[in-house]
């Protein structure tokens, strides 16, 4: 695991880099703090900063072919390696170590930019063809590790984190508005958006080649779609629990201790029951839990099951609010600005496991491929909806529920929360329901929310989510559910979980693996029909028989929650300090986004449980922390802020 970085001068391939590599690489030093390495040729400036998996004393990085016309920097792994370097042994390729990274220097040899399409595993990679004077840069299918790019009329700047590019001087940091509008829409900024103008994330499954002054974009993958194969139910759980224990087994490579994420859910109890059945010795296992009266969200106690029924080696870690003193140094680490509370849990989790391993192996990815969301149930929940009469429907039930609170302290108040937002939308077709499902703020609120005179906010109505129209308008099947997951896996799996899931184990200095997301895994579940995903208001249906035997029936039976923290009772109690001081009349005037009312309302309206704004403030308030780091220059890490150079 590892941060990659470089640059490309077209048009003064003699102006030196190297004092510009070590500036780049030294920002990111957390994501590799064993070793750094630099190559330098013609125009051209290849860095990496090192955190040691496989090979340890050999996987030097750049790493070259025999004759040295060929250089790679390489962010990741690549599970396949090991069969990858015995067929190119018998083709002739003679390798000097014995790390996953020369393999695709010799891939390259072989099969040009076609490598991507052999490589299994989570990777960024940038790759010097010195010969042909070419860079390829590209990074994995599903989108587990980073790559950021700005291109320029005479050169190309790339980097596993946005803060490396910023080293570079003279790149301005204009915040980008069409950015802003997504990121209120969904709570993160989707690819190949940044929250920054002229800089871009490299999409899932794409590489870049750049030649002769001239760049293309290239898609080498996508998640199959219309593809349903016919197998009787036995044959579907067979062939998933198969793969499962293969895809685990795969990510077991490592010459380093490693553990696992253990929430007690289904994904990670699964996770950790396919390693118990491969490992020699007690697994270790890690989990989160929440002091004081936040027991709703404490998930220790079925962690302890699964702990228990497997011999663990069991870690905990209990957390408070005060944890939110973290936000300044969490949003650095994660480039953009986010509205998932899960950065906290993820990266407190992390630290905790890094006492003791150097590899982490999680479940992010089963809700997507399974069907473990709530908003997969919207097509089944309306078809018994819309039997109710209509005066009953538009009426009476939303009046009930202005009874209620709605808040995530307790299970009534959620489903109160669950119920009303399926209610604003029982009207809607399924793909205008899915949207409002996932829509943070809407196209309405945005309206409100933002100033006109900003620049922002004139086109939010078209802009609001236009990165899960695009995915809708590419998968055009008749199955809705599937084309909500095609979404899912396009957009909040890459640009939400895998995003703060490789940040936060990054900032720890810890690699972190997701099996679930391995792309044989991702392809079978894609042919699955999706009733077999869903099935009535049974969510993973599949899955669940599939891993039965191995798990404690209340881990099957148990209710989903979320992997975040209690934010929404700690913003009305402990951390109202912090609302008031980013969130204030005098600040929000000041920075010139948005209209002081509107974020007043929401803040009122949260406090009194009119209605559940947690999402809704923790954004606005990771928003303005991000802009006092990356476009202030304060308020981050001040032994390293993202200063230019």
């Not at 491969?278 to 697994?283: A, D, I, K, Y």
């Not at 399974?370 to 309306?382: E, T, W």
């Not at 009046?399 to 939308?425: C, E, H, M, N, P």
Request: some cysteine; hydrophobic content about 40%.
């Amino acid at each position: 695991m590892c941060g990659i970085y470089g640059v490309l001068n077209f048009k003064e391939p003699d102006a030196p880099c190297a004092p510009l590599l070590v500036r780049m690489g030294r920002v990111i030093e957390h994501r590799g703090p064993d070793d750094e390495g630099h190559y330098v040729g013609r125009g051209v400036g290849l860095g990496m900063r090192r955190l040691s998996i496989i090979d340890v004393t050999g996987g030097h990085q750049p790493i070259a072919n025999e004759d040295e016309t060929i250089w790679l920097v390489l962010n990741g792994e690549i599970y396949n390696f090991k069969e990858l370097r015995a067929d190119l042994e018998n083709k002739g390729h003679r390798f000097r170590t014995h790390t996953d990274t020369e393999v695709i220097v010799h891939l390259y040899e072989e099969e040009g930019t076609g490598l991507f399409k052999r490589l299994r595993g989570m990777f960024g990679l940038a790759l010097w063809d010195a010969k042909r004077e070419r860079l390829v840069v590209g990074r994995d299918r599903i989108g587990e590790k980073p790559l950021y790019v700005r291109r320029e009329s005479n050169r190309i700047l790339f980097a596993s984190e946005l803060k490396s590019i910023l080293q570079v001087a003279d790149v301005p940091r204009r915040l980008s508005l069409g950015s802003l509008q997504e990121y209120l829409a969904l709570g993160y900024v989707p690819a190949p958006l940044t929250m920054l103008e002229g800089i871009e994330k490299i999409l899932p499954g794409h590489c870049l080649l750049v030649e002769n002054g001239r760049i293309e974009d290239q898609e080498y993958w996508d998640v199959p779609i219309g593809q349903s194969e016919k197998h009787s139910e036995q044959e579907w759980i067979e062939r998933v629990r198969e793969k499962l224990l293969e895809t685990v087994k795969a990510q077991l490579v490592s010459d380093v201790p490693l553990g696992a994420f253990l929430s007690g859910g289904i994904d990670s109890s699964t996770i950790v029951a396919a390693m118990a059945r491969m490992t020699g010795r007690p697994v270790k296992t890690y989990s989160i839990g929440y002091g004081g009266d936040q027991s709703y969200y404490n998930e220790l106690p079925y962690a302890k099951v699964v702990a228990k029924a497997f011999g663990t080696d069991h870690h905990e870690i209990v957390v408070r609010p005060e944890v939110s003193a973290l936000l300044p140094k969490l949003m650095w680490h994660m480039d953009e600005p986010i509205a998932d509370s899960a950065c906290l849990t993820t990266y407190l989790v992390s630290r905790l496991a890094r006492e003791s391993v150097t590899v982490i192996l999680s479940g992010v990815g089963g809700d997507e491929l399974f069907g473990g969301y709530r908003r997969y149930l919207g097509d089944n929940l309306h078809r018994w909806y819309r039997l109710l009469p209509g005066p009953v429907r538009k009426s009476v039930l939303p009046a009930v529920l202005k009874l209620f609170s709605q808040d995530r302290t307790s299970a009534w108040k959620d489903y109160a929360r669950y119920a009303a937002a399926f209610i604003r939308t029982g009207e809607l077709n399924p793909a205008s329901r899915y949207m409002s499902y996932v829509t943070l703020f809407s196209p309405q609120v945005q309206h409100e929310l933002l100033r006109q005179e900003s620049g922002a906010g004139s086109n939010g109505n078209e802009m609001a989510a236009e990165a899960l129209r695009k995915c809708f308008a590419r998968c055009t099947g008749k199955d809705t559910l599937n084309r909500i997951m095609y979404t899912d896996l396009k957009t909040s799996l890459p640009d939400d979980l895998l995003a703060l899931t490789d940040r936060m184990s990054m900032a720890a200095s810890i690699e972190c693996r997701a099996p679930l997301v391995d792309y044989e895994l991702v392809e079978l579940a894609s042919r699955m029909p999706s009733s077999l995903k869903v099935r009535g208001l049974t969510m993973k249906y599949l899955l669940k028989k599939a891993v039965a035997p191995w798990l404690p029936r209340e881990v099957i039976k148990r209710k989903k929650r979320g992997f975040g923290a209690p934010v929404g009772g700690w913003l009305r109690q402990d951390l109202k300090p912090l609302v008031h001081e980013l969130l204030s009349e005098e600040q929000v005037r000041q920075r010139g986004l948005f209209h002081w009312p509107a974020v007043q309302q929401l803040i009122e309206d949260h406090q009194e449980q009119r209605s559940d704004y947690t999402d809704h403030i923790f954004a606005l308030i990771a928003l303005e922390t991000w802009c006092r780091i990356y476009l202030d220059g304060s308020g981050g890490m001040a032994e390293n802020s993202p200063g230019g150079a």
